[in-house]
């Protein structure tokens, strides 16, 4: 498969029906290097709701017969793509990290976790499974079958360019649904490259379609087509929540997966290396752009001073700067609109009395003239009740708390809207047995950041971070099906059913 990052002045079309087409209305938008806005990855359409409505049109063209093919025969198009997209792994990192900014080793860590997730879910098309029960009458077979609810649309944040569309596509199409994506308007390079080769695979036109373009213009247009039949996004809660009520009002099947404020506990008797380790990876890493992110640090009295004094080390060591260079730990925030969103929330903690411990500004000059950069910023004494304990950042801002105990440290990291992602660090298995049990989160890890998936296990999270199914894995397939029940009779004669 011929993949090619395009040229600054290189005009990318919609994916519709097969093919690549330009927008109706003729307008592109520039996808940027937010390390060097200097650096252009091609123009992407910049659509509305006429070319919307031709990519729900397509996939509903094309769903009676993908809905139709065996699943084992779905898979083997996504295995199909996996090797083709394999053997181009330096090319889409690459692209990746002049998209959206992540270093080039974490660029490649999130391509290697998308191609996971297409193995995983090509091997789905052989299980997607219903149940035999017992019925309540003799000679009768009841049994569950699962069916594609339709065509569907997905909608995608910036943050994971390749592997949040892949962790939506795949599982939508090895469920027998055709589907619209619609990618982030920062990042859309990395779904035409998962289009080309799902294309190239085999896939039906009209099985996939990808329309890039402002979500505020295109994206009620997919959420209430009453041909759409189920809705799964991920992004902001101010987005998510408005998206949820419109698909709520025709009674369409939604998961949204939103925001996230994720703590990690550090107790008494926990490994000091581990856990400062961990912490610097879960809140650096991506710039913090991650839903998983660490944004909050809560530490019981016997380790504090240590864990605050080694991690004002290693953050102020952290290399920032554009991540194609190898040195560097950490890149810049995705765009103009992000790094306000940190240097806002860096102002916000100060006036609100905490420390600032490190970083708290904006990079500029020299080699970030050009680019998005915000020092890796720490602070603490940061209060229960303030902006900094509370809101979402997605940047690298990392606030740490004080617990007197493990039970006031549960406390202080269920204190928030969200429910996504928790960790603690400790030696003592009881103490991180009762931490999963009662950390108000959809993830749990122990003795690891917050950060991290895996294809084959739930993905999501609870109180204001998701609605809806959990993502990955079999329940991220079955959220895109129907279960219909099915009964039997062999019995050959005529009889009362079991409810008279
Ligand atoms: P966002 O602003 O909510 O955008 C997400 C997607 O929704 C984009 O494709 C956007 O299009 C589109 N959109 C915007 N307005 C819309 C509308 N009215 N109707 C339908 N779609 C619309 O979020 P973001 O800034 O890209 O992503 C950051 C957020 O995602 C953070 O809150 C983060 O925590 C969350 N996130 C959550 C998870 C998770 O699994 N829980 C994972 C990753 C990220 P445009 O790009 O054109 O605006």
Same mark, same amino acid.
């Given at each position: 498969?011929?993949?090619?990052?395009?040229?600054?002045?290189?005009?990318?079309?919609?994916?519709?029906?097969?093919?690549?087409?330009?927008?109706? $209305?003729?307008?592109?938008?520039?996808?940027?290097?937010?390390?060097?806005?200097?650096?252009?990855?091609?123009?992407?359409?910049?659509?509305?709701?006429?070319?919307?409505?031709?990519?729900?049109? *397509?996939?509903?063209?094309?769903?009676?017969? +993908?809905?139709?093919?065996?699943?084992?025969?779905?898979?083997?198009?996504?295995?199909?793509?996996?090797?083709?997209?394999?053997?181009?792994?330096?090319?889409?990192?690459?692209?990746?990290?002049?998209?959206?900014?992540?270093?080039?080793?974490?660029?490649?860590?999130?391509?290697?976790?998308?191609?996971?997730?297409?193995?995983?879910?090509?091997?789905?098309?052989?299980?997607?499974?219903?149940?035999?029960?017992?019925?309540?009458?003799?000679?009768?077979?009841?049994?569950?079958?699962?069916?594609?609810?339709?065509?569907?649309?997905?909608?995608?944040? +910036?943050?994971?360019?390749?592997?949040?569309?892949? +962790?939506?596509?795949?599982?939508?199409?090895? *469920?027998?649904?055709? $589907?619209?994506?619609?990618?982030?308007?920062?990042?859309?390079?990395?779904?035409?490259?998962?289009?080309?080769?799902?294309?190239?695979?085999?896939?039906?036109?009209?099985?996939?379609?990808?329309?890039?373009?402002?979500?505020?213009?295109?994206?009620?247009?997919?959420?209430?087509?009453?041909?759409?039949?189920?809705?799964?996004?991920?992004?902001?809660?101010?987005?998510?929540?408005?998206? !949820?009520?419109?698909?709520?009002?025709?009674?369409?099947?939604?998961?949204?997966?939103?925001?996230?404020?994720?703590?990690?506990?550090?107790?008494?008797?926990?490994?000091?290396?581990?856990?400062?380790?961990?912490?610097?990876?879960?809140?650096?890493?991506?710039?913090?752009?991650?839903?998983?992110?660490?944004?909050?640090?809560?530490?019981?009295?016997?380790?504090?001073?240590?864990?605050?004094?080694?991690?004002?080390?290693?953050?102020? /060591?952290?290399?920032?700067?554009?991540?194609?260079?190898?040195?560097?730990?950490?890149?810049?925030?995705?765009?103009?609109?992000?790094?306000?969103?940190?240097?806002?929330?860096?102002?916000? /903690?100060?006036?609100?009395?905490?420390?600032?411990?490190?970083?708290?500004?904006?990079?500029?000059?020299?080699?970030?003239?050009?680019?998005?950069?915000? /020092?890796?910023?720490?602070?603490?004494?940061?209060?229960?009740?303030?902006?900094?304990?509370?809101?979402?950042?997605?940047?690298?801002?990392?606030?740490?708390?004080?617990?007197?105990?493990?039970?006031?440290?549960?406390?202080? $990291?269920?204190?928030?809207?969200?429910?996504?992602?928790?960790?603690?660090?400790?030696?003592?298995?009881?103490?991180?047995?009762?931490?999963?049990?009662?950390?108000?989160?959809?993830?749990?890890?122990?003795?690891?950041?917050?950060?991290?998936?895996?294809?084959?296990?739930?993905?999501?999270?609870?109180?204001?971070?998701?609605?809806?199914?959990?993502?990955?894995?079999?329940?991220?397939?079955?959220?895109?099906?129907?279960?219909?029940?099915? +009964?039997?009779?062999? $019995?050959?004669?005529?009889?009362?059913?079991?409810? !008279?």
């Amino acid at each position: 498969m011929a993949l090619s990052i395009p040229q600054k002045d290189e005009k990318r079309g919609n994916f519709i029906g097969g093919a690549f087409v330009p927008p109706q $209305a003729g307008q592109y938008e520039p996808c940027r290097n937010p390390a060097d806005t200097r650096d252009v990855l091609g123009l992407y359409p910049r659509s509305a709701v006429g070319d919307a409505r031709a990519a729900v049109d *397509a996939a509903c063209a094309a769903f009676p017969s +993908w809905a139709a093919t065996p699943g084992p025969e779905r898979g083997r198009v996504l295995l199909r793509a996996h090797r083709a997209l394999s053997e181009q792994i330096d090319l889409l990192a690459e692209a990746l990290c002049r998209e959206e900014g992540k270093t080039l080793s974490e660029s490649r860590g999130e391509v290697q976790k998308g191609l996971n997730l297409i193995e995983f879910y090509a091997g789905q098309g052989f299980r997607m499974q219903g149940r035999t029960l017992p019925s309540e009458s003799r000679s009768t077979l009841a049994f569950t079958l699962r069916q594609p609810v339709g065509p569907v649309a997905l909608i995608t944040p +910036w943050n994971f360019p390749f592997a949040l569309p892949v +962790w939506k596509t795949m599982p939508a199409l090895i *469920a027998g649904c055709t $589907a619209v994506l619609k990618p982030a308007s920062l990042t859309p390079n990395l779904t035409h490259f998962m289009a080309q080769a799902l294309h190239e695979a085999g896939l039906p036109p009209g099985v996939l379609n990808v329309v890039t373009g402002p979500g505020g213009a295109i994206g009620d247009a997919l959420v209430d087509d009453p041909r759409i039949r189920a809705i799964s996004f991920t992004g902001s809660n101010q987005v998510g929540l408005r998206l !949820y009520s419109r698909a709520a009002a025709r009674g369409v099947r939604v998961t949204c997966e939103m925001g996230g404020k994720n703590a990690v506990v550090v107790l008494d008797d926990a490994d000091l290396d581990l856990a400062v380790e961990g912490i610097v990876q879960g809140a650096y890493g991506s710039t913090g752009q991650r839903c998983t992110a660490t944004a909050r640090v809560i530490a019981t009295p016997g380790i504090r001073p240590k864990l605050t004094e080694r991690l004002v080390a290693r953050v102020r /060591a952290l290399e920032v700067g554009d991540g194609r260079r190898k040195e560097v730990q950490m890149g810049p925030a995705v765009d103009q609109g992000q790094l306000q969103v940190d240097l806002d929330a860096i102002a916000a /903690a100060k006036s609100d009395g905490a420390r600032l411990l490190a970083g708290g500004e904006r990079l500029s000059g020299g080699a970030y003239e050009h680019g998005f950069y915000v /020092a890796p910023t720490l602070f603490d004494g940061v209060e229960p009740g303030s902006r900094l304990a509370r809101e979402e950042v997605f940047g690298p801002v990392l606030a740490l708390q004080a617990a007197r105990d493990p039970a006031e440290a549960t406390k202080l $990291a269920n204190a928030v809207e969200f429910g996504l992602a928790a960790s603690i660090y400790t030696g003592d298995v009881n103490a991180a047995l009762r931490f999963v049990e009662e950390a108000e989160v959809g993830m749990v890890h122990v003795n690891q950041p917050t950060v991290g998936g895996e294809a084959q296990l739930p993905f999501g999270g609870i109180k204001s971070t998701g609605v809806g199914e959990k993502e990955m894995s079999e329940e991220g397939a079955n959220f895109f099906t129907h279960l219909k029940t099915v +009964w039997l009779d062999y $019995a050959g004669a005529p009889r009362r059913t079991n409810i !008279y």
